[in-house]
C-alpha cells in the first residue's frame, strides 16, 4: 500500500480516542481510499499541517509584537502588521476544517483496512490509540514549554530590577516544577523511553533533571541556565514526535498486510 497512508492526522493530530474504532462504517469499507484519497494527493497532510502551524505562530508573534515588523507577506500580498489578527483567525480556521477532514480520512483508511482483514482490527485499533495518546502527551508538553518561554521572554522584555525578580521567582517557583515534573514522569513513570529508544535524548534528560538551577542571582540573569530549559523543552517535543513518527510506521506495517 503507498506510503502516503502516513497522514497528518497521525504524524501532528492524530485521530480520536480508541471509541472512534469501535464500528466499521459500511460506507468506509466499500470504497477503497487507495484509489479516492490517494490518487491526486501532491502534499502529504502532515505537511500542510506544519506549514498552517508554523504560519499562525508567525503571525501571533507578529500580532503580539514579539516580532516587530510594519508589513508581512501573505499569499503573496504585502500586508501591514495590525491585519496580522485577521489572518491569523483566518488560518486557524482553515487548520480547524483541514484537521476534522483528515481525522475523517484516517477513520476511512481504518474502516477499509480493517474491513478486509477483520484479525487485524483489534492490533490497528490499538496502533491507532497509540498514536493518540502520545499526541495528547505532545500536546499537553507543548503547553508546558510554551508557558515557559513566554515567562522567559517576559523576563528579557523589561530588564527592570522588580519586575526580573517577581518573574524569575515565578518562573522558578511555578512554572519549573511543571516542566520537570512532567519530564520525570515521562522519564520514569511513562516508559516511552523504553519503548521507543534514544540514547542521546535520555542522556540530556538524564542530565537536566539534576540540575538546580538559580537562573538569577539579584544581579546576574544565568543566559545559559534560560538556553538549556529552551532546548530541553524542544527537544522532548522533538522525542516524543519521533515516537509519533516510529508508531505512525507500525501502523502502515499492519495496514500492508491488510
Same mark, same amino acid.
Given at each position: 500500500?503507498?506510503?502516503? !497512508?502516513?497522514?497528518?492526522?497521525?504524524?501532528?493530530?492524530?485521530?480520536?480516542?480508541?471509541?472512534?474504532?469501535?464500528?466499521?462504517?459500511?460506507?468506509? +469499507?466499500?470504497?477503497?481510499?487507495?484509489?479516492?484519497?490517494?490518487?491526486?494527493?501532491?502534499?502529504?497532510?502532515?505537511?500542510?499541517?506544519?506549514?498552517?502551524?508554523?504560519? !499562525? @505562530?508567525?503571525?501571533?508573534? !507578529?500580532?503580539?509584537? @514579539?516580532?516587530?515588523?510594519?508589513? $508581512?507577506?501573505?499569499?503573496?500580498?504585502?500586508?501591514? +502588521?495590525?491585519?496580522?489578527?485577521?489572518?491569523?483567525?483566518?488560518?486557524?480556521?482553515?487548520?480547524?476544517?483541514?484537521?476534522?477532514?483528515?481525522?475523517?480520512?484516517?477513520?476511512?483508511?481504518?474502516?477499509?483496512?480493517?474491513?478486509?482483514?477483520?484479525?487485524?482490527? %483489534?492490533?490497528?485499533?490499538?496502533?491507532?490509540?497509540?498514536?493518540?495518546?502520545?499526541?495528547?502527551?505532545?500536546?499537553?508538553?507543548? %503547553? @508546558?514549554?510554551?508557558?515557559?518561554?513566554?515567562?522567559?521572554?517576559? !523576563?528579557?522584555?523589561?530588564?527592570?530590577?522588580?519586575?526580573?525578580?517577581?518573574?524569575?521567582?515565578?518562573?522558578?517557583?511555578?512554572?519549573?516544577?511543571?516542566?520537570?515534573?512532567?519530564?520525570?514522569?515521562?522519564?520514569?513513570?511513562?516508559?516511552?523511553?523504553?519503548?521507543?529508544?534514544?540514547?542521546?535524548?535520555?542522556?540530556?534528560?538524564?542530565?537536566?533533571?539534576?540540575?538546580?538551577?538559580?537562573?538569577?542571582?539579584?544581579?546576574?540573569?544565568?543566559?545559559?541556565? $534560560?538556553?538549556?530549559?529552551?532546548?530541553?523543552?524542544?527537544?522532548?517535543?522533538?522525542?516524543?514526535?519521533?515516537?509519533?513518527?516510529?508508531?505512525?510506521?507500525?501502523?502502515?506495517?499492519?495496514?500492508?498486510?491488510?
Amino acid at each position: 500500500m503507498p506510503e502516503q !497512508i502516513v497522514f497528518g492526522a497521525t504524524l501532528i493530530n492524530a485521530v480520536g480516542a480508541g471509541e472512534t474504532f469501535t464500528n466499521i462504517l459500511p460506507e468506509n +469499507a466499500n470504497r477503497n481510499p487507495y484509489e479516492q484519497l490517494f490518487k491526486d494527493m501532491a502534499v502529504t497532510p502532515g505537511t500542510t499541517i506544519t506549514g498552517l502551524l508554523n504560519d !499562525i @505562530n508567525l503571525l501571533k508573534a !507578529i500580532e503580539s509584537e @514579539n516580532i516587530k515588523v510594519q508589513y $508581512f507577506d501573505f499569499d503573496g500580498m504585502k500586508h501591514e +502588521a495590525y491585519r496580522s489578527y485577521v489572518y491569523r483567525k483566518q488560518l486557524e480556521e482553515e487548520l480547524e476544517n483541514f484537521t476534522k477532514q483528515t481525522k475523517a480520512n484516517d477513520k476511512w483508511v481504518y474502516d477499509f483496512c480493517c474491513s478486509r482483514n477483520h484479525a487485524l482490527s %483489534k492490533e490497528l485499533k490499538d496502533r491507532y490509540l497509540s498514536i493518540s495518546l502520545l499526541q495528547k502527551t505532545y500536546e499537553e508538553f507543548e %503547553k @508546558n514549554t510554551g508557558r515557559a518561554i513566554e515567562v522567559m521572554d517576559s !523576563i528579557y522584555a523589561n530588564m527592570q530590577l522588580d519586575n526580573v525578580n517577581s518573574r524569575v521567582n515565578y518562573f522558578r517557583s511555578e512554572v519549573m516544577p511543571e516542566v520537570k515534573g512532567f519530564l520525570k514522569e515521562l522519564r520514569h513513570a511513562g516508559n516511552l523511553l523504553n519503548r521507543y529508544p534514544q540514547d542521546s535524548f535520555s542522556t540530556k534528560l538524564d542530565a537536566f533533571l539534576k540540575e538546580e538551577y538559580t537562573y538569577f542571582d539579584g544581579a546576574t540573569l544565568f543566559n545559559d541556565q $534560560f538556553s538549556h530549559v529552551s532546548v530541553v523543552c524542544q527537544s522532548t517535543l522533538q522525542y516524543i514526535n519521533h515516537c509519533i513518527i516510529t508508531e505512525t510506521g507500525n501502523v502502515l506495517r499492519v495496514q500492508e498486510t491488510s
